[in-house]
């Protein structure tokens, strides 16, 4: 499938600061998630005209949507990154595909000496395993700090047992060679657990016990001892960076950021889940009118939450006014405490900023995917030759496997995208079963009767998926029901079957219409198709589900589920009830 994701306007959008970038495919789903020091260099990195990796062009032929999470800094970016990579599984990071393949820290505890090594695959030796880490060079780059920092042993076992004097890494002061006794077993055993304490991300807990050991070699003239410890310390708070995105462990809250042109308005919800930044949603809530930026939050928050689950603490950069009111009925609904705050300090300020960044982007990013639409419809009612651009289009396709289950799909854009709230889909009847003309036939009969009684907007363009055929059977439906004026179009995929070779078949005109690949109303018009056959074959799929989990038996009148499973029980099955005569049942 070829992209329809205009990426230079995105591009054009994107904020050179550094997040975390998600790449979805045409069912929403993410295909890949990456960290940048600088999200439009990286992300504007995979639209080059430059050739591109095979895997990287593999992916991006996939691509439908960018969306991305902005972050204070580089470090924030890498620990989002593998938290939105353990919970998506995307299909395009191999390495980090599940837990099995993440690399862990290993300590083998049962040597009197034991070390630190990387490890990747499945957990059997016994010891400690500290991970799972987002990369390689992640685990190498620790390890070599913790070995800096608490003087491990790195060397294997094989090389320890053999060892009669100090190897280099004693000389240059990262190892206390417990190889040839340079160190006894019970001091050993405070570093390796001062080093495992550090990979708990006990920090705090590891600078006070060096200091305690350092004031206690101090005071019994252990002097090389202490100010070992010194070092120790120095370097620990060298490398005891504030990680914002990991920094209060166990706190669930919600922060709530907002951005406005005046016309159109975006609140980000950063999402931070037991202390770790889990990601960012944007929402462009719809105002009439001049709204305040207070009243317009008032009302998000209580339409947002009072709907669903609440963390305990909900930060805005703002006070509402019915903040207590809606503490209150969440509490009552919820069955825990729900506090609305909005002056905050540190991490949570920080965190604030963050949202408020996203949101920001957020706005950007859907202004420019805005006017990409109204150029697409523009560009749409030119090749159609329309007096005026379409404003609503809608789209059908229909979807079955053999003739069972047939579902057909009606799908709705307008120049703000797709309206989902009109989506709708028909459970076709058998008589239509493996009759794809008769189908559609059905479907627009049932969708367009109630157009007839004004029930539902009339669309501008009425969109079918298949050829002459298709086109025929709508053509046949507008007439009858004195819709003729609507204008159709059939969309076929062409001998090729591939995406942007797409013909349009038109009424009156004998051929098909082809247009460039890189046509803006046909991007659309691929999108629409897409969207039609993903709800169409949706459907279809739940629909021939359910009809397989149901037993025939359900159709018997007077037949409860208690006496169903009693017979099935007593005879062994269906099969057996099948088989069972008169006086067995």
Known sequence: MSTDFDASSFLRSLTHRPGVYRMLDAKHKVIYVGKARDLKKRVSSYFQRSQQAPKTEAMISLVQNVEVTVTNTEAEALLLEYSLIKQHKPKFNIILRDDKSYPYIYASTEHAFPRLR?????????????????????????????????????????????????????????????????????????????????????????????????????????????????????????????????????????????ASNGAMHCVTILFVRNGTVIGSRDHFPKSSGDVDKQKLL??????????????????????????????????????????????????????????????????????????TIRRQFRNLGEVLGLDEPPERLECFDVSHTSGEATVASCVVFNTAGAMKSDYRRFNLKPDSAGDDYGAM??????????????????????????????????????????????????????????????????????????????????????????????????GHRQRRAKARRTSSLEKIPGLGPKKRRELLRQFGGLQGVIAAGVDDL
């Open 298 to 371: 008032n009302g998000f928050v209580s339409q947002y939450y009072l709907g669903r689950d609440a963390p305990r603490e909900i930060i805005l950069d703002t006070e509402i006014d019915d903040a207590g009111v809606i503490e209150h009925a969440l509490a009552k609904r919820l069955g825990h405490k729900v506090e609305i705050r909005h002056r905050v300090r540190g991490d949570r300020a920080r965190w604030m900023q963050m949202a408020t960044t996203n949101a920001e982007q957020g706005l950007n990013v859907k202004v420019a995917s805005n006017a």
């Open 441 to 538: 036939n059905e479907a627009l009969k049932r969708r367009y009767r109630r157009i007839k009684k004004s029930e539902v907007p009339i669309p501008d363009v009425l969109f079918v998926d298949g050829g002459k055929g298709q086109l025929a059977e709508a053509i046949k439906v507008l007439n009858e029901l004195e819709l003729n004026w609507v204008n159709v179009v059939a969309v076929a995929k062409g001998r090729a079957r591939k995406a942007g070779a797409e013909q349009l078949f038109l009424p009156g005109r004998k051929t098909p219409l082809r247009l460039q690949q890189d046509s803006p109303a046909l991007m659309l018009i691929q999108q629409i198709r897409d969207e039609a056959h993903r709800f169409a074959i949706t």
């Open 118 to 258: 990387f490890h990747r695959g499945p957990r059997k030796g016994k010891g400690r395993y500290f991970g799972p880490y987002p990369s390689t060079s992640a685990v190498r780059q620790t390890l070599n700090e913790l070995q800096k920092l608490f003087l491990i042993r790195p060397c294997n076992d094989h090389f320890f047992r053999n060892r009669s004097r100090p190897c280099l890494q004693y000389q240059i002061k990262r190892c206390t060679a417990p190889c040839v006794g340079l160190i006894d077993e019970t001091q050993y055993a405070k570093d390796i657990e001062a080093a495992m304490q550090f990979l708990e991300g006990k920090n705090q807990s590891v600078v006070e016990t060096f200091v305690d050991r350092m004031e206690r070699a101090s005071g019994e003239k252990q002097y090389e001892l202490a100010a070992r410890y010194r070092d120790q310390i120095a370097k620990l708070k060298e490398v005891e960076a504030r990680q914002l995105v990991s920094r209060s462990a166990g706190k669930d809250l919600d922060i709530i950021g907002f």
